[in-house]
T-cell receptor, first 113, second 116 residues
Framework: GDSVTQMEGPVTLSEEAFLTINCTYTATGYPSLFWYVQYPGEGLQLLLKATKADDKGSNKGFEATYRKETTSFHLEKGSVQVSDSAVYFCALRRSSNDYKLSFGAGTTVTVRA | DAGVIQSPRHEVTEMGQEVTLRCKPISGHDYLFWYRQTMMRGLELLIYFNNNVPIDDSGMPEDRFSAKMPNASFSTLKIQPSEPRDSAVYFC??????????????FGEGSRLTVL
């Protein structure tokens, strides 16, 4: 079945460091891909998305490019801040007719001042 | 506009007791999802509804779990009887399923359940 695999954490960084969280997927057809972020004590919220190959999603300094050839959707940010400390989830939506999301295990990121 | 509202935020109960979690989706959204989050299993989809009708309940762990959506603005997830392994954070999410919409999910803040 469709699934998402993301790098295990936790990840600890210093402020202004470069962040990469790897995400690969397995799916038939042409899924939509998402990154969600969960701040402490809160629900998940959409960070960025891409709906077709080669699309780049971006938000709050984060970017991810939908790479069909490598079935990947890696999340990157050039200079992290303490406020970026959160759990990041890669997710997949199988098709435009399917409204449920399959989530990866989540990667905990801690940014230290 | 209010987001997805869940209650209670925290629930501590004893094994064997009935637990009811509640959710009010965003007004106008026609999809509602119940997810469970644990350290061991991550985020699991339990069940989802479209226009108040259950579409896929294959993620519901067992018969002790049941979910209802009596109207467009309210859903419940019930566990009876509860067991310690049910301890988790339960999230409700809603979505607007228009054609061409990417189907972004809007999550509530979750209900943290502890079963002693």
């Amino acid at each position: 079945g469709d699934s998402v695999t993301q790098m295990e954490g936790p990840v600890t960084l210093s402020e202004e460091a470069f962040l990469t969280i790897n995400c690969t997927y397995t799916a038939t057809g042409y899924p939509s891909l998402f990154w969600y972020v969960q701040y402490p004590g809160e629900g998940l919220q959409l960070l960025l998305k891409a709906t077709k190959a080669d699309d780049k999603g971006s938000n709050k300094g984060f970017e991810a490019t939908y790479r069909k050839e490598t079935t990947s959707f890696h999340l990157e940010k050039g200079s992290v801040q303490v406020s970026d400390s959160a759990v990041y989830f890669c997710a997949l939506r199988r098709s435009s007719n399917d409204y449920k999301l399959s989530f990866g295990a989540g990667t905990t990121v801690t940014v230290r001042a | 506009d209010a987001g997805v509202i869940q209650s209670p935020r925290h629930e501590v109960t004893e094994m064997g007791q009935e637990v009811t979690l509640r959710c009010k989706p965003i007004s106008g959204h026609d999809y509602l999802f119940w997810y469970r989050q644990t350290m061991m299993r991550g985020l699991e989809l339990l069940i989802y509804f479209n226009n108040n009708v259950p579409i896929d309940d294959s993620g519901m762990p067992e018969d002790r779990f049941s979910a209802k959506m009596p109207n467009a603005s309210f859903s419940t997830l019930k566990i009876q009887p509860s067991e310690p392994r049910d301890s988790a954070v339960y999230f409700c999410a809603s979505s607007l399923g228009l054609a061409g919409n990417t189907g972004e999910l809007f999550f509530g803040e979750g209900s943290r359940l502890t079963v002693l």
